[in-house]
């Protein structure tokens, strides 16, 4: 399900090439809870907008193909992941301040984003990583 450079896009035009990865209904979403740390896949699942969990699971794959997160295990018996953002991820987080922003002003009785995530940078959301790199290999389930 990864995109290849030019071949799956409908145009070159950088915003249409990020909203054929992007432009999804779960996808922005998923990457708003990983910047507000949410990290298992049933930290996802809680979230108000109750993603189906096969699109979830389909989401997080093309979210880590593209390398907008990556993964590490948590558990071993059953295997079980934790997800974090990459710095190509977190690099979205003033698309996600706009958007925000762009809502709260125009959909009616939308509710505020926490303080915090006004003014975070890219680099506080991976700072929490860092010590931590993924030990997980690309592709293991």
Same mark, same amino acid.
């Given at each position: 399900?990864?995109?290849?450079?030019?071949?799956?896009? !409908?145009? *070159?035009?950088? *915003?249409?090439?990020?909203?054929?990865? &992007?432009?999804?209904?779960?996808? *922005?979403? =998923?990457? !708003?809870?990983?910047?507000?740390?949410?990290?298992?896949?049933?930290?996802?699942?809680?979230?108000?907008?109750? =993603?189906? #969990?096969? =699109?979830?699971?389909?989401?997080?794959?093309?979210?880590?193909?593209?390398?907008? =997160?990556? !993964? !590490?295990?948590?558990?071993?018996?059953?295997?079980?992941?934790?997800?974090?953002?990459?710095?190509?991820?977190?690099?979205?987080?003033?698309? &996600?301040?706009?958007?925000?922003?762009?809502?709260?002003?125009?959909?009616?009785?939308?509710? #505020?984003?926490?303080?915090?995530?006004?003014?975070?940078?890219?680099?506080?959301?991976?700072?929490?990583?860092?010590? #931590?790199?993924?030990?997980?290999?690309?592709?293991?389930?």
């Amino acid at each position: 399900m990864k995109l290849p450079p030019h071949g799956s896009f !409908r145009s *070159l035009c950088p *915003l249409a090439a990020s909203l054929d990865l &992007l432009g999804d209904r779960w996808s *922005l979403l =998923i990457v !708003r809870d990983l910047m507000a740390r949410k990290t298992r896949y049933k930290d996802f699942q809680g979230s108000p907008e109750r =993603i189906p #969990t096969n =699109i979830l699971a389909q989401r997080l794959k093309l979210l880590e193909e593209n390398g907008l =997160i990556a !993964r !590490r295990p948590y558990q071993q018996r059953p295997l079980r992941y934790e997800y974090f953002l990459t710095a190509k991820g977190a690099d979205l987080l003033p698309v &996600l301040q706009q958007l925000a922003l762009w809502g709260q002003k125009y959909v009616p009785d939308s509710w #505020t984003p926490p303080a915090w995530f006004a003014t975070a940078t890219a680099a506080d959301l991976l700072a929490r990583d860092a010590a #931590t790199p993924p030990t997980g290999e690309p592709g293991d389930e």
